[in-house]
Structures are given as C-alpha cells and as structure tokens.
C-alpha cells in the first residue's frame, strides 16, 4: 500500500507539471515504451498496459522500501526517502527505460527534470506513508 499511496504522488506531480507544460508525456506513456510500439503510444488500451507495469512496480518498491527502513532504521526517514526516490530515477529511467524512451518519447531538459522532481516526491511519499503506517510511533 505504501509504494502505491507513493505512487499517486508521483503521478500528480508528473501531471500537475504535464498540465503545466513543464513536460510532453506522462510516466505512463514512458512505461508504455517498454511494451508497446510508438504508434500504439497513446491508445487507450497503452494506458491500461502501462498503468498496470506502473502500479505493480511501485508496490515492489515501498515493500523494498519498507525492508530498507527496517534493516537501517527510521533515523534521516526523509534523506532516505528522498535518496531511495533518486536511486529509482536514475536506476529505472536512466538504464532500464533509458534504452526505449529515447526512439520513441524523446524528452527535453525540463521533461528529465519533472521526473527528477517527481521521484523526489515518490522518495517523501515513502517516507511519509511509512512514519504514518508504523506502529512503533
């Protein structure tokens, strides 16, 4: 639950800053460019695919982030939260999805900074949603 809650952040953040013409896509459809060819990009269905690998990622990651607190304890929640964030920006968007975004969603310099911000806000949210469901407050 906690990678999910997580999760919605980002996606908020992503199209707050969407709406807003900071970036052209959304996280969805750079998830999407690991399935689906570009033409398909922006179907209806691409949204359902890419909703999926995105929720399913996230889950992943706040249980690992709840493990990563637990083995290293809860002091500097928040620096962790934010520097657990970074570590997926760049291990997820700089290596894995990387290799496919750039044929087919180039971005510009704000796009890689909105999702630069966003996982900052993914790294809070961990942590927040963390402090908030743990019994040992």
């Given at each position: 639950?906690?990678?999910?809650?997580?999760?919605a952040l980002k996606l908020t953040t992503n199209y707050i800053l969407f709406i807003f013409g900071f970036t052209?896509?959304?996280?969805?459809?750079?998830?999407?460019?690991?399935?689906?060819?570009?033409?398909?990009?922006?179907?209806?269905?691409?949204?359902?695919?890419?909703?999926?690998?995105?929720?399913?990622?996230?889950?992943?990651?706040?249980?690992?982030?709840?493990?990563?607190?637990?083995?290293?304890?809860?002091?500097?929640?928040?620096?962790?939260?934010?520097?657990?964030?970074?570590?997926?920006?760049?291990?997820?968007?700089?290596?894995?999805?990387?290799?496919?975004?750039?044929?087919?969603?180039?971005?510009?310099?704000?796009?890689?900074?909105?999702?630069?911000?966003?996982?900052?806000?993914?790294?809070?949210?961990?942590?927040?949603f963390t402090k908030v469901l743990d019994k040992n407050n």
């Amino acid at each position: 639950m906690i990678g999910i809650l997580a999760d919605a952040l980002k996606l908020t953040t992503n199209y707050i800053l969407f709406i807003f013409g900071f970036t052209k896509v959304v996280f969805w459809q750079v998830v999407a460019t690991r399935f689906i060819q570009k033409e398909y990009l922006y179907h209806k269905l691409a949204y359902l695919v890419d909703a999926i690998a995105d929720i399913t990622v996230t889950s992943l990651l706040g249980v690992v982030f709840v493990y990563f607190i637990y083995l290293f304890g809860s002091k500097n929640l928040w620096t962790k939260g934010v520097g657990f964030g970074l570590v997926v920006w760049v291990s997820l968007f700089g290596t894995l999805l990387g290799q496919t975004v750039e044929d087919k969603l180039p971005q510009e310099p704000t796009g890689a900074v909105v999702t630069i911000i966003a996982h900052i806000v993914f790294g809070l949210a961990l942590a927040f949603f963390t402090k908030v469901l743990d019994k040992n407050n």
